[in-house]
């Protein structure tokens, strides 16, 4: 588990409305290794959602653009693929899970259906890497591997008479069919209950460790991150403030936001009063402060805070932070 897999650079993705140019994404720079579970977590509107639909260039144009960047997959720049080549690689070595599998599976077509459509196209028509009489098979050998019970009978079902958790593992069926080097799961298991969430993210560990798989996490979730990620960023307003490994985050975060979002996190034997809230607002993302976006609300703000962005710095091995507190080698 070591070469990048994914290399996003100086990323910047922003849309441009009416009102103002939305800087959703403003500068954002991770890589992904091998066979990795990196995870990106924010409050809602961070830009996290939107640096992966960039990923896939997914950003519905207009009014998004990627107006700066590199995205280098295996090597490769995405930003620079034609259309129809980064539709092939989405359905071949990229796959995104989306939120809400109520929504992303058609209510008029069987499982199976939806599970082969994928495989005939990529695999059957553009690749042929199998026959068209292997595709039934392949499909239950998908609904088998996310341990879908009965597979060769629930295959002719409609969405309809799948749970909520059996609907989610199937879409990770339809995305894992083509064998993607990267998964990209957007909030994997916030439309799902709790029991159902600990077998989508088991799953989602299996299938790394069976075909390792690399896979992106995206989500507000601090317990999804520390049971699954090797390492993760933390988004603030459209820019990364800390990556780490998971161990030093949630053991030694330095960020003044990845504390206040650890300080926020409910814990069990905790007294009446003892949870932490952030201070203060979301900013703009058309008007965002100057200097560090999160200084607004930061307890430790500084005169330079309020002028100067902070660069992301090196602090360990794997853990950086963009903090004016650590930019002089004064860790807090
Ligand atoms: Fe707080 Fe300043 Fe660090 Fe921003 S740069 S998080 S305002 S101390």
């Known amino acids: 588990m070591s070469k990048p897999l994914l290399k996003v650079q100086g990323l910047k993705t922003y849309f441009f409305l009416e009102r103002g140019v939305v800087k959703a994404v403003d500068g954002v720079d991770f890589e992904i290794k091998k066979g990795e579970i990196f995870g990106v977590v924010g ?52 796959s995104m899970i989306f ?32 026959s068209a009489d292997e595709v039934p098979k392949k499909v239950i050998e998908m609904l088998k591997l996310v341990k879908i019970p009965d597979p060769e009978h629930r295959v002719v079902e409609y969405p309809h008479q799948f749970s909520g958790g059996m609907k989610q593992r199937t879409m990770i069926a339809m995305m894992l069919s083509c064998n993607p080097s ?17 077998q989508i993210l088991d799953l989602m560990r299996e299938l790394r460790r069976k075909l390792g798989t690399s896979i992106l996490i995206i989500t507000h979730n601090l317990g999804v991150i520390a049971e699954m990620c090797d390492r993760v960023a933390v988004m603030y307003a459209g820019n990364i403030v800390e990556q780490a490994d998971i161990m030093t985050l949630f053991e030694s975060p330095k960020h003044p936001y990845t504390r206040a979002l650890l300080a926020a996190v409910p ?66």
């Open 43 to 94: 409050e809602t509107g961070c830009g996290k959602s939107v640096t992966a639909l960039s990923i896939l260039r997914l950003v519905q144009s207009p009014p998004g653009k990627i107006v700066e960047g590199k995205i280098i997959f295996e090597g490769e720049n995405l930003l620079k693929k034609s259309k129809e080549r980064m539709r092939k690689i989405r359905g071949t070595k990229i």
């Open 99 to 130: 939120q809400d599998p109520h929504t992303s599976l058609d209510p008029v077509f069987t499982v199976g259906h939806q599970i082969a459509e994928p495989i005939e196209l990529h695999q059957v028509i553009e690749q042929h890497l199998i």
């Open 182 to 198: 990267l998964l990209i799961a957007d909030e994997p298991t916030t439309a799902v209950d709790v029991t159902i969430q600990a």
């Open 267 to 332: 814990k069990v034997g905790a007294k009446k009063g003892e949870l932490e809230s952030i201070t203060g607002m979301v900013p703009s993302l058309i008007t965002p402060p100057p200097g560090c976006k999160f200084h607004p609300r930061c307890p430790h703000a500084m005169d330079i805070c309020r002028k100067k962005f902070p660069q992301m710095i090196k602090i360990g091995k794997e853990h950086l932070v963009s903090c004016h507190l650590y930019s002089g080698g004064a860790k807090k």
